[in-house]
């Protein structure tokens, strides 16, 4: 018996987010942004550098994408501030008139964190790039996606690796929590006042410490929320029990944000948790190395097999890639070339794909029957091999 949907909140221009309807803990959503409104669930495409790899904005529009996810850390090193700042913000910069959300660097922070030094003031480390000194605190996150002016800009947090030992994720979590008072106090965007914040939450794969952090970000008063450091190490099944018994207790009038997951699979899951953003890089880095998402499995494109295969990536596929008669031959044949068609055309089929199964998922929220489309497609992972 599939449980019964709710009828719509009513709609308050004062809320940033509505949740129109639910399937259980699954929700589709509307949120309203100074660019525009996303209906959720939504998957962002990562634009780290300012740009969705080998993909034009308005291909990124055609697919289905409604925003994009820019990285406070890369932007600020190159081009810098007063580049963009000339040019009047991220949107004008990048040619993407929608919605963008930007992280926070706190990503970087755990990336770099064997060349980093970490206080409760913030983080010192040396640049990627030439190795200059760089001293990011939540003052100077807030304030470089202020001048950014995203629609959404992520707070500075403290993200530990997986494996780290409790006492240390404890510790995260309190210095996340201080830092997230200081990016709530900081001045707001005089480019885009209409600017959102929303607030992170950690605590590893401990699910009474996610709890207590929920209580502690969800009192800050964030427009909305988010769920980092899973996907950093530990298997898709704990992340999937991580999910399953915190994500529905987040704010429920705000949006809920899993940050950096994942797969397929990661989205079917979370978003029968209760999720309504995703971001990651699979999409767009898979398809540059040679794979490829179709409901039938995973398509590694240099294999043997599809060195003279006239077939598109996905018959069913409606992508311009494969719509457009683009064949696995001629994939296969640019991919062991190099040639850069072949991330472009790659990198659209499979951000055909993620932007696809999130708007199949809001439908099935809508139609209140979420849990068979879950069914079906864990059925269809498990079957489907790689080749």
């Known amino acids: 018996m599939q449980p019964t949907a709710t009828a719509p909140d009513p709609v308050s221009p004062a809320r940033p987010f509505t949740v129109e309807r639910t399937d259980g803990r699954a929700r589709a959503g509307r949120l309203r942004l100074p660019h525009g409104e996303v209906e959720t669930p939504i998957f962002m495409p990562v634009g780290t550098a300012g740009t969705v790899k080998a993909v034009l904005p308005v291909e990124l529009e055609t697919l289905g994408a409604r925003i994009v996810l820019g990285n406070t850390y890369h932007l600020w090193l190159r081009p810098g501030l007063d580049v963009i700042g000339a040019h009047g913000g991220l949107h004008r910069f990048m040619r993407w008139e929608r919605p963008i959300l930007t992280d926070s660097g706190g990503y970087q922070v755990f990336s770099l964190r064997a060349i980093s030094k970490i206080s409760d003031e913030g983080v010192d480390f040396r640049s990627h790039i030439d190795g200059a000194p760089l001293h990011l605190t939540p003052e100077v996150s807030m304030a470089i996606q202020a001048a950014l002016g995203s629609d959404v800009a992520m707070a500075f947090d403290h993200c530990p690796p997986a494996d780290a030992p409790r006492a240390l994720i404890e510790e995260a979590m309190a210095r996340t929590t201080r830092w997230a008072r200081r990016c709530v106090e900081a001045p707001r965007s005089t480019v885009n ?181 879950a069914r079906r497609e864990r059925e269809a992972a498990s079957e489907a091999g790689e080749g």
């Open 193 to 373: 006042p209409g600017q959102l914040r929303f607030g992170i939450v950690q605590g590893g794969t401990h699910v009474d410490l996610r709890r207590r952090h929920i209580e502690e970000i969800g009192g800050l008063g964030f427009d909305g929320f988010a769920l980092g450091g899973l996907a950093v190490g530990e298997t898709p099944e704990e992340t999937w029990r991580v999910l399953d018994a915190v994500a529905d207790e987040m704010p429920r009038d705000r949006a809920r944000y899993l940050m950096g997951v994942g797969t397929p699979r990661d989205l079917v899951e979370a978003i029968g948790s209760g999720i309504d953003m995703f971001d990651c890089v699979m999409p767009t880095r898979n398809a540059r190395n040679g794979q490829l998402f179709t409901r039938r499995g995973r398509v590694v494109i240099g294999n043997a097999r599809h060195k003279t295969d006239a077939a598109p990536i996905d018959p069913d596929c409606t992508c311009a890639t494969c719509a457009g008669g683009f064949t696995r031959a001629y994939l296969a044949h640019l991919f062991r070339a190099g040639e850069i068609l072949y991330s472009r055309l790659a990198s659209v089929h499979n951000l055909h794909f993620y932007l696809d199964l999130v708007r199949r998922a809001r439908r099935a929220i809508l139609d209140g029957n979420y849990a068979d489309f």
